[in-house]
């Protein structure tokens, strides 16, 4: 992207706390147009709550979040949701609804006058749905769908929400592989097609290595790594985040971190786990 333009997503001496743990210290980051970055960390490193700050949904302990530029507390809500999209770790449908209904909900920052959806929103709705294979899926009451379908269709709706900035936690939890490969193989392609950012939280560190660009690496006491993912996602980094040794194994050109054999866990909060920034 040229240095022209701002990147789509930074932040600035971002600090997190909730309680007396403090989650993120410091943090400096620019998110630029066509990367996609894995969040990763150990149940509790704070992803969820970095999401939100990220996303606005809460305020930080110190430092700031902005968005192409321009802090967030600036953004009118209406434009900020056109240029921002948050898929939420938890979908809960309290009302029987179609699908495409319910990913036409994601359309409201687009909506003028009477507020009611015309042809060109129906369209971005049946095309988010097309990028997830769910076009069959279209007429389907949300309250039929298994737990992955709804995952999938929660997703479709942020696509479909049209925000060249993307904040997803947990979008791959409730899917098979299968599915979390097609889910990020349609990221991928979604960002590569026009100036986009993408930002989700994963614990499958090896999808991460093959689909990410960077990884944002939380320690959980408030140190972490940011950078190219394989620069981030090493061995030694991980094994010290998630309190368990890892290795990283080679086969006929593919890698893969897996759990070292006869290792014994620690704690990934203990005071000898701390991260470096």
């Not at 990220?54 to 967030?72: K, N």
Request: glycine share 10%; charged share 15%; net charge negative.
């Amino acid at each position: 992207m040229s240095e022209t333009y701002p990147p789509l997503l930074a932040v600035q001496a971002l600090t997190l706390r909730v309680g007396a743990r403090t989650l993120v210290e410091s943090l400096t980051q620019k998110f630029a147009a066509g990367e996609i970055w894995c969040l990763a960390g150990a149940n509790g490193a704070g992803k969820t709550t970095l999401i939100g700050a990220l996303a606005g949904l809460s305020e930080p302990s110190a430092g700031h979040v902005e968005v192409e530029g321009i802090a967030l507390a600036q953004w009118p809500p209406v434009r900020l949701a056109q240029r921002r999209a948050l898929m939420a770790q938890d979908q809960r449908d309290a009302f029987s609804a179609s699908v495409i209904d319910t990913v036409l909900l994601n359309r409201y920052p687009h909506l003028s006058g009477w507020g009611w959806e015309g042809a060109a929103d129906r369209a971005a709705a049946l095309a988010a749905l097309a990028t997830l294979g769910l076009e069959a899926f279209a007429a389907r009451d949300v309250l039929s769908l298994s737990g992955g379908e709804r995952q999938r269709v929660a997703l479709a709706a942020a696509l479909c929400q049209s925000a060249p900035l993307l904040l997803l936690d947990e979008p791959l939890a409730h899917l098979d592989l299968h599915h979390q490969i097609a889910c990020l193989e349609a990221l991928s392609g979604w960002v590569k097609s026009e100036a986009r950012t993408v930002l989700f939280s994963c614990h499958d560190l090896n999808l991460a290595r093959r689909f990410a660009t960077h990884a944002l690496l939380l320690d959980g006491h408030g140190g972490f790594h940011a950078g190219p993912v394989r620069d981030v996602l090493t061995p030694q980094r991980a094994s010290a985040a998630f309190g368990h040794p890892l290795v990283l194994i080679r086969e006929d050109g593919h890698e893969a971190l897996v759990p070292a054999l006869g290792a014994t866990s620690s704690s990934p909060h203990s005071p000898g786990s701390n991260g470096v920034h």
